[in-house]
């Protein structure tokens, strides 16, 4: 993958996600993947969450271009009950490192916490992003992100029913 | 029987009308501190629970822990291929033991005065630590790792009871086995966990998943956007008007519904949104089970699905997927769950991902429906708590003559529910015997 890369750039791409996830805006989002893109959450509780293969490991999710449009489309629906009404969240991204990159694109990690605040409820959700980022028309798109939450256990919502 | 009681004995918060055909339970039944207690007492102390499946434990000195009906247990195969269960405590000062989810070893240390048990026979090693004990310190096993009562497997499931006077676990199981033999019969080699399984957290009380899991009247509605997303890849066909089948009984408590329904299984029912390149091999696998089973058995089992539960909380989904799950209360209004997907053992490997896709998008905590069965407990939940005392129904599909813990309806029926129901009512109701 030729072409420099500035973390400026990238924060601001990811602020940008961000942003279009704690607004509800997932159309929008969805648009930041390229039409390969995939977007992962391994499991909890294993320590080779950056490198597991959904192929043969059981995902939480394991997302290809298709099954992230099916799943913006059935987050918006007023039948995803689990987020019905949508629950507030806040996306914050920091520890933002340029990795190097390969034929495949831009490495970057993060740190992330996501606050989703749903009936009187505050749960948070703590891990790293690791995403591979690719140079498209008009700034960065996304080829693969990976969410590997930091939890043991899955707590205390039992699921994962927005997008981190 | 009379007019308003379930089975003898009974706690009178189950009622049954068979002249109105209305089956209902008392909602404090899923709220009450002192219910929630005597649940622990008796139904967890005295029923088979799972604890594992063999593939878990595959080599000599393999081991795991995990917490079942409220005690914390290591599971081990042993060098003759025999699998035991100890509690996770030393015999000592009661230190937590194992603290590893998994692994597989010889010995295991205390981590607090160091004493050391072989994990295969459970037996006290060490001798350092014990200058100042008598002579005949622990000749007679006292400190060695205390075993669980009862352990005993059917078709690779392990099954823990604390009851050393429980009935055998084939007995127990009653009419389920002949469902828990249709899911192993998928495949000649054995089942196996996958990795990733889950222990998960949430509100709700523990009935409400175990409810849910096989009431099969709930998915219409309840998760109207995940049929909505089948849709879109099942060649155009409407899954809810497709299926077909029963629910029933299966003595002991256990239920199940069976049903036929068109959406693909990679043992062995192939769509076309698997793509070409599995035809062949699901094909394969189907006239493997032709030889094995003949037509009949074998369009049974790769065609139909099936879900499961043996009383009282291990749940077996054997549909689009293959997920086992477990449930025990923390609390009148909170839950822990353990969730594994399982696959045939040597699976192809196109053929796993196929399995963990099709499992991801319903059965997942982040799939495309389980989510919302869990919104549906929480709703339960603070319904029944923040509510007058009221009734929850159970009646559909229900026969004036039904025998309740044999009962058979529609899939969409609620008869597998009822016999749950008349059998938990029994056993905290008093009930001497469990299996009935």
């Known amino acids: 993958m030729k072409g420099k890369i500035k973390r400026e750039e990238v924060e601001d791409f990811l602020y940008m996600e961000a942003r279009l996830l704690d607004e509800w805006r997932l159309e929008d989002w969805e648009k930041l993947f390229t039409d390969d893109g995939r977007y992962l959450v391994p499991p909890v509780g294993i320590s080779n969450a950056d490198s597991a293969d959904p192929a043969n490991t059981l995902f939480l999710i394991a997302d290809d271009r298709t099954r992230i449009h099916q799943r913006v489309v059935r987050l918006m629906k007023k039948s995803a009950h689990a987020e019905y009404p949508h629950s507030h969240t806040r996306h914050c991204i920091t520890n933002v490192e340029l990795r190097g990159h390969d034929d495949s694109g831009h490495r970057v990690s993060a740190a992330f916490t996501t606050h989703r605040i749903r009936r009187r409820e505050l749960i948070t959700y703590v891990g790293q992003l690791l995403y591979t980022l690719v140079r498209a028309e008009g700034g960065l798109a996304i080829r693969e992100k990976r969410a590997c939450l930091d939890f043991d256990v899955l707590a205390p919502q039992g699921g994962l029913t927005l997008i981190l | ?436």
């Open chain 2, 1 to 436: 029987m009379t007019k308003t009681q379930t089975l003898e004995p009974s706690t009178g918060m189950v009622q049954v009308d068979r002249e109105r055909l209305q089956f209902r339970v008392d909602r404090r039944t899923y709220s009450d501190p002192e219910i929630f207690r005597r649940e622990r007492d008796t139904v967890f102390r005295r029923c088979w629970l799972y604890a594992g499946h063999g593939s878990e434990l595959l080599q000599a000195g393999d081991f795991l822990t995990r917490t079942i009906g409220g005690f914390d247990l290591i599971l081990t195969r042993d060098r003759a291929g025999e699998v035991s269960a100890f509690y996770n405590a030393c015999t000592h000062r009661g230190s937590t033991l194992c603290r590893e989810a998994r692994g597989n070893t010889r010995v295991v240390a205390c981590p607090y005065h160091g004493w050391v048990f072989d994990l295969q026979s459970g037996q006290l090693r060490d001798k350092a630590t014990k200058s100042g004990y008598p002579a005949d310190f622990n000749v007679d096993g006292t400190y060695d790792l205390r075993r669980v009562a009862r352990i005993e497997a059917y078709r690779d499931f392990y099954f823990v009871n604390f009851d050393a006077g429980a009935e055998s676990l084939e007995q127990y199981l009653a009419g389920a086995a002949e469902y828990l033999d249709l899911v192993a019969d998928q495949s000649e080699s054995g089942l196996e966990v996958i990795a990733g399984g889950q222990e998960l957290y949430t509100p709700g009380n523990w009935k409400l998943l175990v409810e849910n899991s096989y009431d099969a009247y709930h998915g219409p509605a309840l998760h109207r956007s995940y049929f909505e997303f089948l849709d879109t890849r099942a060649s155009s066909q409407n899954m809810v008007a497709t299926q077909r089948g029963y629910g029933l009984g299966l003595g002991n408590g256990h239920g199940a519904f069976e049903i036929e329904l068109n959406s693909g299984r990679p043992v062995a029912q192939w769509i076309a949104a698997f793509g070409e390149e599995a035809k062949p091999k699901i094909e394969a696998l189907k006239e493997g089970l032709n030889r094995r089973f003949g037509e009949s058995r074998a369009q049974r089992i790769a065609e139909r699905q099936r879900n499961l539960i043996i009383f009282p909380n291990l749940v077996i989904n054997d549909n689009i997927g293959l997920s086992v799950r477990t449930v025990y209360p923390l609390g009148p209004d909170k839950l822990m769950a353990y969730v594994w997907a399982l696959g045939t053992r040597n699976e192809d490997p196109l053929l796993r991902k196929i399995r963990l896709d099709n499992y991801l998008t319903f059965v997942g905590p982040g799939g495309f429906a389980t989510p919302d069965d869990f919104e549906a407990f929480a709703l339960c939940q603070r319904g029944i708590d923040f509510t007058p005392p009221s009734w929850s129904d159970i009646s559909k599909g229900m026969t004036k003559d039904e025998d309740l813990l044999h009962a058979k309806g529609d899939f969409t029926d609620e008869a597998q529910m009822r016999g749950w129901w008349a059998q938990w009512d029994r056993i905290l109701g008093g009930a001497k015997r469990i299996g009935v």
